[in-house]
């Protein structure tokens, strides 16, 4: 199974507002309800942000929201702040009954 | 609060195999999956494979040959072991419990780095 694709880079200024993607296949995000996302800060365990492609679990701020169109999925987040700066990952189920991992996008707040 | 904390030797021989555990505490590790993640340094994350507490495993194809998943009810603990490693495998390695009906995983231990080197 390949990786989901994931840009490597997104940047974005104190309040403002940033999109990651995740793109996939009919055979995982496409085919799916099944796409979450995770934040890691260097040197930290990955944390849940986003699951079943738009429900935030409890203590997870609302300036993160999810969505999906076709085989890509999207992290939006907004009124951007400092410690959103992190590696973000978005993962799949697949039709093999695998998971699989989107490569990480880095998050500058500039 | 559940919490997960992995275990096992931080340098592992090329061709030898890899062993690590992780210890569930705060809960049970009864009617969960548990499952193992890895990440190369510098890079993204890689499901490994699950295992239920009754014993039924999930790998990914690409290292179904050489890893196993198992668990110890008894000891709350699960454990992975990956044979034939090369410097490929030389990576930080996370256990977490994974929600099978969410899908997704919540709880982390917060890594271990294992470094494949003779």
């Known amino acids: 199974q390949s990786a989901l694709t994931q840009p490597a880079s997104v940047s974005g200024s104190p309040g403002q507002s940033i999109t990651i993607s995740c793109t996939g296949t009919?055979?995982?995000?496409?085919?799916?309800?099944?796409v979450s996302w995770y934040q890691q800060h260097p040197g930290k365990a990955p944390k849940i942000m986003i699951y079943?492609?738009?429900n935030r679990p409890s203590g997870v701020p609302d300036r993160f929201s999810g969505s999906k169109s076709g085989n890509t999925a999207s992290l939006t987040i907004s009124g951007l702040q400092a410690e959103d700066e992190a590696d973000y990952y978005c993962?799949?189920?697949?039709?093999?009954?695998?998971?699989?991992f989107g490569g990480g996008t880095k998050l500058t707040v500039l | 609060q559940v919490q997960l904390q992995e275990s096992g030797p931080g340098l592992v021989k090329p061709s030898e195999t890899l062993s690590l555990t992780c210890t569930v505490s705060?809960?049970?590790?009864?009617?969960?999956?548990w499952s193992w993640i890895r990440q190369p340094p510098g890079k993204g994350l890689e499901w490994i494979g699950y295992?239920?507490?009754?014993?039924?495993?999930n790998y990914i194809p690409s290292l179904k040959s050489r890893v196993t998943i198992s668990v110890d009810t008894s000891k709350n603990q699960f454990s992975l072991k990956l044979s034939s490693v090369t410097a490929a495998d030389t990576a930080v390695y996370y256990c977490?419990?994974?929600?099978?009906?969410?899908?997704?995983?919540?709880?982390w231990g917060q890594g271990t780095l294992v470094t494949v080197s003779s």
């Open positions: 009919s055979s995982d995000v496409g085919g799916y309800n099944y």
């Open positions: 295992i239920y507490y009754s014993g039924s495993t």
């Open positions: 993962s799949s189920y697949t039709s093999s009954s695998t998971r699989v």
């Open positions: 079943e492609v738009s």
């Open positions: 705060g809960g049970s590790i009864n009617s969960h999956y």
């Open positions: 977490a419990r994974f929600l099978v009906d969410e899908d997704y995983f919540d709880y």
